[in-house]
């Protein structure tokens, strides 16, 4: 595993285990938590959202905002 | 939380017999509602549909039970008005929960299936969207499920009505056991009251991951057209494109093909056949007089409410719920509130408030009560108030294009371009006035769906059957206002009153007050009194901006009272008032100035 990075700052398309979120309720229940593994399928210009692909079950966008306050590291490429 | 605060007063909450659909957003849980109760509950492709509960009978065995339709929710930890009325569901106990899982993401929907289980009530689980599960190469094993659930699961596709009568038999089933074995509940099953029986949110979502690596299988296949397309629309490009040539189509289609229905039918039908039936009828029976006039007069109730409500607002909210009923059920809303987030986000909102928005061009009402699946406070009143300044419901914008229509092609693209730039004026102030926090967009995605032809036909049916019901009545009041108006020689009394406003600030000529008065009864009728006048098409534009602005109709304003208390009701109905006549006014001195 590589070293910690922000979610938002993270390389489309490589497979990333979140190691820390905020406190955020919403967050957790829709399946953002420590451990979940997801990769960046899409990112939009001027400070957009992420698209992400959560367990490679199903889709989340996620403001930039939140983004850059959920550590993940590598764990791979899709 | 805990047991105690929550508000037993509420009727439903004290119901014994109660049923609870619940699950996890957008997995189905209204179409079973549907199919169990014969009361047809909206359902959409997008999360947030059901952001209150709908209640309905069903029998079984000959007992009579409450199913209720809870708001989805991901878990019990509200993060949401919406969310929150679940959770006060699961507090007040019931008989039994049928619990939705989407089979084609089942972790995180067994995360609140085993948060569920906490309060011992009898749970049948139903395993939902497994067709969509199929086409992502998921295979699942529900009788391992259901051991290690502990309770009888089936497998559904409830939009093709797959599985219904199993499940009616298996609830029966577990009712009958629940009876025998007579469970039971106080305060002290409720996890909420007692942290020891509660497992971790850390627990249960190892637990979920433990089932689900348990009973499913995922095997490499192919994607379809339906998923290709749905990654592509939400790619940059060609997901703007896509999106942007999708509501140009929606807007010609409601603007042409409303028009053309119009003409072709509508109009013929109303003046060749229905009028002068009713005409001939009351001229038979009654003398000449005031009551005649009111029945079949110039504002006669009985040729204004077909001429109004059928021939010209009837063809357009027609062809709008046509499109936005489509596009609704296949999923291409949440893929514009993304695609769009970053442009809102410069509004001081964020890209999910679009749905809602767009909802509102079609009612005012649906979308402010749908707004309250919204993260904060500030977020929905910024809303209503893009709605209530800016969005035209489709009855009033049927209106206008009737109106504008008449004078030249260019007065409808203008009116549009004035409403954008009004929805971004009033979302950057309202953004700025109104306190609080405007959270950043986290919202679910769904699969891109073709709708089911069946359930989008009964849906189509429900919107237009409650449309008419909806609107007879205002428009009907209205329509006797206007005619008791006109008759007794009150509206020439009223009009020399208005006429500093309505005449020499406005630039319309005195009969439009009525127009001003009827709005506030419906907003369609702060246009439709405009078409009977022999306006210029300055007139008619600046007619065509106050009805645009005016003051939300009454339905609007009791739905705001409501939901953000009568201050803030007033406040944007007032605002709405003074800024139509000063807006108006101003265009009309403006271009006087160069006309």
């Known amino acids: 595993m590589s070293a910690t990075t922000n979610l938002y700052a993270a390389q489309k398309n490589d497979i990333l285990e979140i190691t820390s979120v905020p406190k955020i309720d919403l967050l957790e229940n829709i399946g953002l938590r420590s451990g979940t593994r997801l990769f960046i399928q899409n990112r939009y210009a001027c400070g957009g959202p992420l698209l992400l692909r959560v367990e490679e079950a199903y889709n989340v966008a996620l403001g930039k905002d939140i983004a850059i306050q959920i550590g993940v590291e590598h764990a791979g490429v899709s | ?595």
């Open chain 2, 1 to 595: 939380m805990n047991c105690h605060n929550v508000p037993l007063d509420a009727p439903i909450l004290k119901k014994q017999n109660k049923i609870l659909l619940m699950g996890n957003p957008n997995v189905g849980k209204s179409v079973f509602f549907t199919e169990l109760t014969g009361i047809h509950a909206m359902s959409s492709n997008y999360t947030g549909t059901t952001v209150n509960f709908m209640e309905g009978r069903i029998t079984i065995e000959e007992k009579e039970y409450t199913l209720i339709d809870v708001p989805g929710t991901y878990s019990l930890s509200p993060s949401s008005e919406a969310e929150a009325v679940a959770t006060r569901f699961m507090e007040s106990g019931a008989k039994a929960i049928i619990c939705v899982l989407d089979a084609s993401n089942l972790e995180r929907n067994l995360r609140l299936a085993l948060e569920l289980q906490q309060f011992s009530i009898p749970i049948l689980y139903t395993l939902n969207l497994t067709d969509v599960a199929q086409r992502h190469g998921i295979s699942l094993n529900t009788a391992v499920l259901a051991k290690e659930l502990g309770g009888p699961v089936i497998s559904t596709i409830a939009v093709k009505k797959q599985g219904i009568k199993q499940l009616e038999k298996e609830l029966a089933l577990l009712l009958k056991d629940s009876d025998e074995t007579n469970i039971q509940k106080s305060c002290d099953t409720c996890p909420f009251h007692n942290p020891n029986k509660s497992d971790s949110a850390k627990d249960l979502w190892a637990r979920a991951k433990e089932i689900n690596q348990r009973v499913s299988k995922k095997e490499t296949s192919n994607p379809s057209f339906i998923d290709k397309l749905g990654d592509a629309m939400l790619k940059p490009f060609p997901g703007i494109p896509i999106a942007l040539l999708v509501m140009f189509v929606t807007i010609a289609l409601v603007i042409f093909g409303g028009r053309g229905l119009r003409a072709a039918a509508l109009l013929p039908l109303v003046n060749g056949l229905i009028v002068p039936f009713f005409r001939n009828v009351f001229t038979a029976i009654l003398p000449e007089g005031i009551f005649l006039n009111i029945l079949i007069g110039e504002f006669g109730i009985f040729v204004i409410s077909f001429e109004w409500i059928l021939a010209l607002i009837f063809p357009y909210v027609l062809l709008f719920y046509v499109a936005f009923t489509f596009l609704e059920d296949t999923g291409f809303l949440p893929r514009i509130s993304v695609l769009f987030d970053n442009v809102m986000r410069k509004l001081g909102i964020q890209g999910g408030s679009l749905i809602y928005m767009i909802m509102g061009y079609g009612c005012a009402v649906p979308a402010i009560i749908g707004s309250r699946a919204a993260t904060s406070r500030k977020e929905r009143i910024v809303i209503s108030a893009a709605i209530c300044f800016a969005i035209p419901c489709i009855s009033q914008t049927g209106a206008i294009i009737s109106l504008l229509s008449a004078y030249a092609w260019w007065m409808i693209p203008a009116m549009l371009l004035f409403s954008l730039l009004l929805f971004i004026l009033v979302t950057l102030v309202a953004g700025k006035v109104v306190k609080g926090n405007v959270e950043p967009l986290l919202l679910e995605v769904p699969n891109l769906l073709m709708p089911n032809p069946k359930a989008y036909g009964r849906k189509l049916l429900t919107r237009m059957k409650h449309f008419l019901r909806e609107a007879e009545i205002p428009m009907m009041l209205a329509i006797l206002i206007a005619a008791l108006l006109a008759e007794s020689g009150l509206l020439d009394a009223i009009a020399i009153y208005a006429q500093p406003i309505v005449s020499n600030w406005l630039g319309l000529p005195d009969q439009a007050v009525i127009a001003l008065i009827l709005g506030i009864v419906r907003r369609e009728m702060s246009v439709a009194p405009l078409l009977a006048l022999d306006l210029t098409a300055l007139q008619a534009f600046v007619g065509g901006v106050v009805s645009l602005m005016y003051i939300p109709c009454i339905s609007v304003f009791a739905i705001l009272t409501k939901e953000f208390k009568i201050r803030v009701a007033l406040l944007i109905s007032v605002g709405t008032i003074f800024l139509a006549i000063f807006v108006g006014g101003f265009i009309n001195q403006i271009a006087h100035l160069f006309l």
